[in-house]
C-alpha cells in the first residue's frame, strides 16, 4: 500500500482506511492508498500553515535552487513515472513520457521566472517619498487535480505556488493518486517539511474540508463545471480566491486551401489524443464546404488506422478510456445523437477484439447540428463530430455559439481567414496550424464557463501572489493637510 505525504513523511488515514486503484487497461487492481478524510485534511492543513510561515521569507535564488533539483530528479525517474501514469491513467507509454518531461520543464521554468522580481517601484507623490508594490504570498494553496494529466497539471499548479512563496496541498484524482505519491518520494523531498503535502481521497471526503478550511487562502481545481461551481460556492464562504479550469467544448475549423494529408493528420491527434479526454480536445469540426467530403472520407480512412492496444506498447496509438463509467457517458451521448438523426460512420463500439479495459473505437460523426448536446456539451471521449459550413463566417459564428470558452483552433494558409478567427472566437487560447500545444511562458486557461484565472506564463505566477503598497516617507514632520485644519487656506474671496 502507498502512503500518503504529509509534514515531509509518508502516513495512513487516521482511519486506517483505503481504497484501490485499478489498471484500466486490465481492470485489475494496482495498489491500495489512504482513504483521506476531514481529520487527515486538518494535519495537512497544520503542516502547510508552519511550513509556509519560514518558506514566505526563504530567498528567491534558494527556491529557486531547488525547483531546479525537483526537475533534475524528475527527470531522473522519468521512465518510472511514466511507466505508473500509464498503468493508472491509461494514456500510451510514449505519451506519458513526455508528460514527465513536461512537468520538469514546468519547475524549470518557474524555479527562473520566481526568482525575476517580486514587485516594483513606482514614482512618489510628494518629496522624499519612496512607494513600493510588493509580491506576497497567500499562505497555503489547494491543488486539485484531474486523473488525465495528473503530474502536468499538478506541475502547472504546484511550481507557481510554491515559487511565489505558498505552501501546497494537493488532492490528486482517486483515478491517478498513486504517480502523485511517487512524484513526491523522487522530488519533493528536496523541499522543507510541509511546503508540498499530498492527501489521497474522494473529493466530498478529502478535497471539500480542504477547500472548507479557515487556513487555506486559494483553491486551484481543474475538473468539470460542476465541480468547479460547487467549490466556488463553498471558497466563497471564505471570499477564497480561486483559479478554476473547467474543460471545454472547443471549436476546429478547416478551411479549403489546406493541404487535406495534412490537414487530416492534425484534427485526427486533436481529437483522438488520450483518447480524447483532453480538455482542448477538438469537439467541433467545422469543414468548409468545398472540402468537406474530401476531408470526411479522409479522416475516416485515418481514423480506422489508428491501433489500440496495450498502452504500454509498443505499436500502439490509444489506450483504454480511464473507467468503465466515462466509456459509459460517451456511448449514451452517441445513442442520444443518432436519435437526433446524427450518423456514426466510423468507430461508436467497444472493439471486440479487447476484452478487458475500457477500450472504446474512435468514432466520427456526421450530420450534426447545434441542437444537439455533442454539440453544446464537453464530450471527454473519442468522438469526432463534423459539421459543413458555407464559408468562414458561419465558422466563426458557429465556433462562438458556445457557453464555453478554452480553446479553438484553425488550420489555414489563409492569413485573414486566421486572424480573423482569431479576434472574434472566444477562447483563452487560439491555435492556428498547430492544435493543443502548450507553452510554459504561455498563460492558459478559459473564458465563459470553462473558468477563470491563467495558468503557465507570468500570469500563472501572479495567480498565487496578492499584491500590497508600501508607502514610505523617509522624513518624519507634520504634514500641512493634517489637523487642525487652516480654513483661510483655498477660500475663494468676494
Known amino acids: ?65 531547488l525547483l531546479h533539483a525537483i526537475a533534475f530528479n524528475i527527470r531522473e525517474h522519468q521512465h518510472d513515472l511514466a511507466t505508473l501514469l500509464t498503468a493508472e491513467g491509461g494514456k500510451p507509454l510514449i505519451e506519458n513520457m513526455d508528460e514527465v518531461e513536461w512537468v520538469a520543464a514546468c519547475f524549470d521554468y518557474y524555479a527562473e521566472v520566481g526568482r525575476h522580481e517580486s514587485g516594483r517601484v513606482i514614482p512618489p507623490v510628494q518629496r522624499h517619498q519612496m512607494n513600493f508594490v ?17 503530474l502536468l497539471l499538478m506541475a502547472w499548479k504546484v511550481a507557481p505556488a510554491i515559487m511565489a512563496g505558498n505552501a501546497v496541498i494537493i ?22 517539511r510541509g511546503i508540498v503535502n499530498v492527501i489521497t481521497g474522494y ?31 463553498l471558497a466563497a464562504e471564505r471570499v477564497k480566491k480561486v483559479n478554476l479550469e473547467l474543460g471545454g467544448n472547443d471549436p476546429f475549423i478547416i478551411c479549403d ?90 468507430g461508436g463500439k467497444r472493439p471486440p477484439n479487447l476484452e478487458r479495459g475500457y477500450y472504446f473505437e474512435p468514432t466520427v460523426v456526421t450530420g450534426v447540428d447545434h441542437s444537439m448536446p455533442l454539440m453544446r456539451e464537453e464530450t471527454f471521449g473519442p468522438v469526432a463530430p463534423i459539421m459543413k459550413v458555407k464559408d468562414i463566417d458561419e465558422a466563426i459564428s458557429l465556433a462562438n455559439d458556445s457557453e464555453y ?24 487560447t487560439f491555435w492556428i496550424n498547430d492544435p493543443l500545444t502548450d507553452n510554459d511562458a504561455g498563460p492558459f486557461g478559459g473564458m465563459r464557463m470553462s473558468g477563470g484565472g491563467r495558468e503557465l506564463g507570468a500570469e500563472g505566477l501572479e495567480e498565487f501572489r496578492e499584491t500590497k503598497h508600501v508607502h514610505l516617507d523617509y522624513k518624519l514632520e507634520t504634514k500641512s493637510y493634517w489637523y487642525p485644519y487652516d480654513w483661510s487656506k483655498g477660500r475663494k474671496t468676494d
Request: with cysteine; net charge negative.
Open 134 to 150: 510588493m509580491k506576497e504570498p497567500y499562505g497555503v494553496v489547494v491543488c486539485i487535480v484531474p486523473w488525465n494529466y495528473p
Open 257 to 346: 486551401d489546406i493541404d487535406l494529408e495534412v490537414a487530416v493528420r492534425g484534427a485526427v491527434w486533436a481529437a483522438y489524443l488520450n483518447m480524447g479526454q483532453v480538455c482542448t480536445s477538438g469537439e467541433r469540426f467545422y469543414v468548409l464546404d468545398s472540402v468537406a467530403d474530401k476531408f470526411i472520407d479522409r479522416f475516416v480512412e485515418f481514423t480506422g488506422s489508428l491501433r489500440l492496444g496495450n498502452p504500454m506498447g509498443p505499436d500502439v496509438d490509444l489506450g483504454p478510456m480511464i473507467s468503465a463509467a466515462q466509456r459509459s457517458k460517451v456511448e449514451r451521448k452517441l445513442d442520444q445523437v443518432r436519435e437526433m438523426g446524427a450518423t456514426v460512420i466510423c
Open 1 to 65: 500500500m502507498r502512503k500518503m505525504f504529509v509534514d515531509g513523511e509518508f502516513v495512513t488515514s487516521v482511519s486506517g482506511e483505503t481504497f484501490s486503484v485499478e489498471n484500466p487497461a486490465t481492470e485489475e487492481e494496482i495498489d491500495e492508498v489512504p482513504r483521506a478524510r476531514e481529520e487527515d485534511a486538518e494535519q495537512a492543513v497544520a503542516a502547510a500553515v508552519r511550513a509556509q510561515d519560514d518558506w514566505r521569507f526563504v530567498p528567491g535564488i534558494e527556491k529557486c535552487e
Open 405 to 428: 470558452g478554452l480553446g479553438a483552433n484553425i488550420l489555414t494558409n489563409n492569413l485573414e481567414y486566421a486572424l480573423k478567427a482569431a479576434e472574434r472566437i472566444k477562447a483563452g
Open 203 to 233: 473529493g466530498p471526503e478529502a478535497g471539500e474540508p480542504l477547500v472548507a478550511h479557515p487556513n487555506t487562502h486559494v483553491i486551484a481545481f481543474t475538473g468539470s463545471v460542476a465541480t468547479g461551481k460547487r467549490i466556488a460556492r
Open 171 to 192: 488532492k490528486p484524482s482517486e483515478h491517478t493518486p498513486l504517480s502523485t505519491l511517487r512524484l513526491a518520494e523522487v522530488a519533493f523531498r528536496e523541499l522543507p
